[in-house]
Structure formats: structure tokens, C-alpha cells
């Protein structure tokens, strides 16, 4: 019999606070070990079978070194979904979900759409689930995240078009969208200091880091681009670095987009940009 509170809380409680001790106890019992929820909160001791067991001191071992538990578990939940995830692939934020809710809000019907970066696949597989009658393209540079995206994609039984492409080596062809969306790497250098460790040991730089000399370099080429893919009255959908809206909102201006907005996230961050071509 183990008691699985009390064993997480006494292994963890000098590294994580209380509150997210609750939480990650909350995670590992059901997406690890698929235990019924009240029997946790009743806090009964719960008997656990030898590979259940196993699981436990692995999980509690891997939060030792600060391992995201979306990664132990391997799953992450956007937008409603259950998302696989592991290491080198970014884990969704909640902020994301805001923009994925804003494109639904504002677009509808068989539109064509292409998120630039899909990672996970968190956008393009929650736009296509809710659009079914769209179409969904997706490029990320990185085959890890492909072969992810990809299996996401299955699982939530929708219909993502998948293409290895560096968006700097891009150039508009054929196909033409109703909307470009991109949650593109955005975190300076410089920026590294003040992150939490499970981010920056865990969490790939390939998706997270830009140059400090060139924080925008992602959103003028994609921006530069939008304006040979996107079709007329065509939407671009940006999540941004908070420090940098009123540049990003600039680059956009110069490029002649109309409608720049830009969204301020829950937490009154600004987080979101949108234009129309
Ligand atoms: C911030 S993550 C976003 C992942 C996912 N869309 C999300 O919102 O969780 C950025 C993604 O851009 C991809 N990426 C980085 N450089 C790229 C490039 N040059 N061309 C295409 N994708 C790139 C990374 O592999 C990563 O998956």
C-alpha cells in the first residue's frame, strides 16, 4: 500500500511549493498512473501495482531534475485536447490558446489555413478540429516535432498537412491561405537569466530562442511572406513577445498590412497581434 500524497509530498517538498506539489500529485494519478480522481482527494492509501510503483519513483525521480511533468507524463491538454508531448518538442501555453479562441472567433467554413512552427501541433490540430470543413497546413523546421505533430494529428482523428520547411528559405509558391498563424521563437538571449530551469534544461532553444540583435527576425519574414501567401483580405495571427508589441505592430505597418491589432493576453500581457493583408 502506498500512499501517494504522502510519498510525492515527502520526496519533492524542499524542491517545489506546496500548492504545485498538490498539483503535480493531481497530474502524475491521472494522466500516469489513470486513478480515479476522488479517490485522491479522499486521500486513501491507494495499493498500486509493481509497474504502477515503478512509474511513481520514475516520476518523482525525473521532478527531482526539474523535468516538466507534461514530459513525464507525456501529455499536455490545449484547447480542450489531450496532446502528446516529450522532449524536444515545446509544451502549449496557455496564451496560445487565447489566439487559437481569437481565429475561431473571427474566421469560419472551409477556410485555408498555414501555422508557420507548429510544434506539438497544438494550433493546427485544435484549428482543424474545429473547422472541419478547412484546410490545415503546418511546416516546422524540426522532424521531432513533425513526427509529434503529426501523431497528434491521429489521435485526435483530423486531417493536418505536414511539411519539414525552414521559414527563411520560404518563398510563396501556389498556395494561397485565408489565414497565417505562427507562435514563432521569441525569447531573447539576454532573457535566459530570468527563466525557471525546468524551461531552459528541458524545453528545446530551438523553439524558444532568438539572436538578441534580431528578436523580430521570425515575424518580418513570415510577415514578408503573408504578403505573397496570404489572399486578399487574407489574416495574419502573431503570438508575440510581450516587449516587443508596438515594434512588431510597426514592422506590420510598414509592409502595408490594415487592421493591426494588438491583444493583450488574460494576465494583461500584450500577447497576440492580428492584420489583414
Ligand atoms: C514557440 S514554438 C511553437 C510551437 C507550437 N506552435 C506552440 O504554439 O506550442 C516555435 C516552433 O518553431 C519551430 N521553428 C524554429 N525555427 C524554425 C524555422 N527556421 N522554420 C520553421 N520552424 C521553425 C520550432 O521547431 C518550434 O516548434
Redesign the pocket.
Known amino acids: 500500500m502506498t500512499n501517494i500524497i504522502t510519498y510525492i509530498t515527502h520526496s519533492l517538498h524542499d524542491l517545489y511549493p506546496l500548492r504545485e506539489l498538490q498539483s503535480l500529485t493531481a497530474i502524475i494519478c491521472k494522466d500516469l498512473l489513470g486513478l480515479d480522481e476522488t479517490a485522491i482527494y479522499l486521500r486513501k492509501d491507494i495499493k498500486l501495482s509493481g509497474n504502477g510503483q515503478r512509474l511513481l519513483e520514475q516520476a518523482v525521480d525525473r521532478l527531482k531534475r526539474r523535468e516538466p511533468i507534461q514530459y513525464i507524463c507525456g501529455t499536455a491538454y ?1 484547447y480542450g485536447l489531450a496532446f502528446h508531448v516529450e522532449p524536444g ?5 496557455p496564451e ?1 490558446e487565447e ?1 487559437v479562441d481569437l481565429i475561431l472567433k473571427e474566421n469560419s467554413g472551409g477556410i485555408r489555413v498555414l ?10 490540430v485544435s484549428l482543424a478540429a474545429h473547422l472541419p470543413a478547412g484546410r490545415v497546413d503546418a ?4 522532424g ?2 513533425l513526427s509529434v505533430a503529426s501523431r497528434n494529428a491521429g489521435e485526435q482523428g483530423v486531417d493536418v498537412h505536414f511539411s519539414q ?6 518563398e510563396p509558391g501556389e498556395d494561397k491561405y485565408d489565414v497565417i498563424v ?5 525569447v531573447g538571449e539576454k532573457e535566459k537569466e530570468t527563466m525557471d530551469r525546468n524551461v531552459l534544461d528541458w524545453e ?1 532553444g ?3 530562442f532568438v539572436p538578441d540583435d534580431d528578436p523580430l527576425r ?1 515575424y518580418r519574414h513570415i510577415a514578408r511572406l503573408g504578403t505573397g501567401m496570404l489572399l486578399p483580405g487574407g489574416k495574419l495571427y502573431f ?1 508575440i513577445n510581450r516587449a516587443y508589441g508596438p515594434e512588431t505592430v510597426e514592422l506590420l505597418n510598414v509592409l502595408n498590412y490594415k487592421n493591426i491589432r494588438l491583444i493583450k493576453d488574460l494576465v494583461g500581457n500584450d500577447r497576440i497581434i492580428t492584420a489583414i493583408k
Open positions: 490545449f518538442v515545446l509544451i502549449p501555453r496560445t489566439m501555422d508557420i512552427g507548429t510544434g506539438s501541433g497544438c494550433i493546427a511546416w516546422d523546421i524540426s521531432k516535432a520547411v525552414d521559414v527563411f528559405g520560404a505562427s507562435n514563432p521563437p521569441y528545446p530551438l523553439a524558444l521570425f503570438e
